[in-house]
């Protein structure tokens, strides 16, 4: 890891940083969607905090999520399985 971030930090082009994020999140959608399932327990990650709820469908790109204040679509990445 040290190693990657070591890499970021020496790169001088702001197009290679533009390449990176995307890529990043890619990856963060499939590292969640491998462990999501419908009825699986998540939290759904937000600047300041972590809320608990309840997966009740899976898009491509989104899932529906039972929260305390009622269901929402989220992104995949705003994801991460309890």
Do not use: F, H, W
Request: glycine share 4%; net charge positive.
């Amino acid at each position: 890891m040290e190693n990657i971030k070591a890499q970021i930090n020496n790169m001088t082009s702001r197009s290679d940083l533009e390449e990176l994020i995307p890529l990043i999140y890619k990856r963060m959608e499939s590292l969640v969607s491998k462990g999501l399932t419908i009825g699986c327990q998540v939290y759904v990650i937000q600047k300041t905090k972590k809320t608990l709820g309840v997966v009740k469908e899976i898009k491509q790109t989104r899932a529906i999520v039972d929260l305390p204040k009622g269901r929402c679509s989220v992104p995949l990445v705003m994801l991460e399985v309890a």
